[in-house]
């Protein structure tokens, strides 16, 4: 079965996502590593994705930002990339080999990782992320924590249905001190399992 | 200079302390590894079990700290450390009276009730060239709010607590800038320590 992995953006250490236009959000597109992030390794997990999946808020933010600045390290990645965005409302979807699901999120996810290893990146935006953390979906976090104590902005982490222990795979900062963190969800039993009453 | 330095552990979501106040989930990294950390000789020291990433960390930590700063809260919770702070250095708690029956003779904790700025002047005094050290997120964010505070250090533990004590709440001068952090990788907990900009 293939992996979700969520990248978190823009976090600061006290739990608030970067809002548009925000001097938090002017801060963290400052630093060089985040305006033009071309780590090897980050290139090839977006690379090596089997697919990559968005709400309808963030799909629109990224793909009008990937289709227009064609030199982002991330945009030939992405332009060429199998891509689902999860909407209701939604009736077309122009970025090149985007598909619409528009069904029970539980099993739209399945139908995208069952049949296969590998993995696949879940962008956000916030109201996606929350509703398939709801949903334990979710089996790695990548959070990039920003040296920034933000205040005021949208709270990542809200609603979190119950407290678990994660297991910390890795930690290390950037040149800018973006501290780069990687965790997975402990799971004793198979999402099948889980749903048996 | 004595530097005030924050020292706190907090889950990835931002808690201290879980929503009965409770400590067992942030603090677990404390506990679960295999090096033994002694924080003091004699009786009043306790004893740590970390990871060895975590012990190196601890180990400097613990030698650099020259006296302890924090807020009635901390101190009733931690039962007064029974007189002496676990890391036998003084305590200075920062307190609107002094509670009944302190303090008490041969007890390192001292009581400061003229206020904030007071208690970290004090507090520098007694820690020399060492570090004060400021523990309980209430304390934390008053440095924090009167720019006391020169760097705040963060045990970023790998849990989730859905609510609970925040360390980051009601503060002034934000959005703020922090320096680029040290990062310490242990085992179920990052260690993290950022210069704090004066606002």
């Not at chain 2, 990788?185 to 606002?199: I, K």
């Amino acid at each position: 079965m293939r992996k979700l992995i969520a990248t978190v953006f823009n976090y600061s250490l006290d739990g608030l996502l970067a809002d548009e236009d925000t001097e938090f959000w002017k801060f963290c597109f400052d630093l060089p590593e985040n305006r033009q992030p071309d780590d090897p390794s980050q290139l090839d997990f977006l690379q090596s994705a089997y697919a990559h999946i968005f709400g309808r808020t963030a799909y629109e933010g990224i793909s009008a930002g990937m289709t227009r600045a064609t030199d982002h390290p991330f945009s030939p990645i992405l332009n060429a990339a199998r891509k689902v965005v999860f909407s209701r409302t939604l009736t077309t979807a122009d970025w090149a080999n985007t598909t619409i699901a528009a069904g029970d999120t539980a099993e739209e996810i399945d139908k995208l990782r069952l049949g296969g290893d590998g993995h696949i990146v879940v962008w956000g935006g916030v109201t996606f992320w929350r509703s398939l953390m709801e949903l334990d979906l979710i089996d790695e976090l990548q959070v990039s924590m920003f040296p920034y104590v933000a205040g005021e902005g949208t709270r990542l982490f809200d609603g979190v249905p119950k407290s678990y222990a994660l297991e910390l795979v890795s930690s290390a900062a950037s040149p800018s001190g973006i501290v780069e963190l990687q965790y997975r969800r402990p799971r004793s039993t198979t999402p099948a399992e889980r749903r048996r009453p | 200079m004595t530097k005030v330095v924050a020292i706190m552990s907090m889950s990835l979501d931002g808690y201290v302390a879980d929503a009965n106040d409770g400590v067992a989930e942030v603090f677990d990294w404390y506990f679960s590894g295999d090096v033994e950390v002694p924080t003091a000789s004699g009786s009043s020291g306790m004893t740590f079990q970390v990871s060895p990433p975590s012990a190196d960390h601890l180990r400097g930590l613990v030698a650099e700290t020259g006296a302890m700063l924090t807020g009635r809260r901390t101190f009733e919770v931690a039962g007064g450390w029974g007189g002496r702070h676990p890391w036998d250095i003084p305590a200075f708690v920062v307190t609107h009276d002094v509670p009944e029956g302190w303090p008490r003779p041969d007890s390192t904790v001292e009581f400061v009730t003229d206020g904030l700025e007071s208690a970290v002047a004090r507090a520098k005094a007694a820690a020399g060239p060492k570090s004060v050290g400021v523990h309980g997120a209430e304390t934390i964010q008053q440095c924090l709010n009167a720019g006391l505070l020169d760097e705040l250090h963060v045990d970023l533990a790998a849990v989730l607590l859905g609510g609970g004590v925040r360390l980051f709440d009601d503060l002034a001068n934000t959005p703020a800038v922090l320096g680029n952090p040290t990062v310490v990788a242990g085992e179920g907990v990052t260690h993290l320590r950022y210069p704090v900009h004066r606002p």
